[in-house]
């Protein structure tokens, strides 16, 4: 069974710029979980995606933003760059429901803002 | 709510000596428990997780842990440790039964394995 797959794995782009990233989850995972890594923050969850709908966000500006499609593939989209969104984006799918919660993660895209 | 609390933020340690990283949590529920391990340059995976049953946890790499319902703890344990247990260990809970709540995570333990 295929894991996660996040792409790009590294991206680079300059302040004001914005960025799109891709997320497939596990087959027959319904739930799409996207979190931000950084040393000093270490990880904080953004949002997640069940079903197309947007069911749990967390404290991130609206220029986060995300969407998940009918075949469960989620983008996260992040606009007017700040050199403060340098980080590791994680996605993470998991069943959605009836399940125990338990996440499965992809190798995350490596975001450098300059 | 639920919180973690992990109490170390790095453990150093030698290598073929045993580590304990603590982890501890507050719920007013009963909840479901895990550790997830994240090596350099890669996303996290799962270590091991406790849902039910026996309060001792076996997982991957030798890691086992014990889940203390009175200490409200979850500590996760290695006899011996290498080289390639150079990692950084994330404990998260969730409330038992209910799916549609996010993972709580604890803030991470950086394992530092000495020569």
């Known amino acids: 069974k295929a894991g996660v797959t996040q792409t790009p794995r590294y991206l680079i782009k300059t302040r004001g710029q914005q960025v799109t990233l891709s997320c497939s989850p596990i087959s027959g995972h319904r739930s799409v979980s996207w979190y931000q890594q950084t040393p000093g923050q270490g990880l904080q969850f953004l949002f997640e995606y069940f079903s197309e709908t947007q069911r749990n966000k967390g404290n991130f500006p609206g220029r986060f933003s995300g969407r998940q499609f009918s075949n469960s593939r989620s983008e996260m989209n992040v606009s007017t760059l700040e050199l403060g969104d340098s980080a590791l984006y994680l996605c993470a799918s998991s069943l959605g429901g009836g399940g125990t919660g338990e996440l499965f993660f992809g190798e995350g895209s490596r975001l450098t803002v300059l | 709510a639920q919180s973690v609390t992990q109490l170390d933020s790095q453990v150093p340690v030698f290598e073929e000596a045993p580590v304990e990283l603590r982890c501890n949590y507050s719920s007013s529920v009963s909840v479901y428990l895990f550790w997830y391990v994240q090596y350099p340059n890669q996303g996290l995976q799962l270590l091991l997780k406790?849902?039910?049953?026996s309060t001792l946890v076996k997982g991957i790499n030798g890691f086992e842990a014990e889940f203390n319902k009175s200490q409200t703890s979850f500590h996760l344990r290695k006899p011996s440790v290498h080289i390639s247990d150079t990692a950084e260990y994330f404990c998260?809970?969730?409330?038992?039964?209910?799916?549609?709540?996010?993972?709580?995570w604890g803030a991470g333990t950086k394992l530092i394995i000495k020569p």
């Open positions: 998260a809970v969730t409330p038992r039964g209910n799916s549609n709540y996010q993972l709580i």
């Open positions: 406790y849902l039910s049953g």
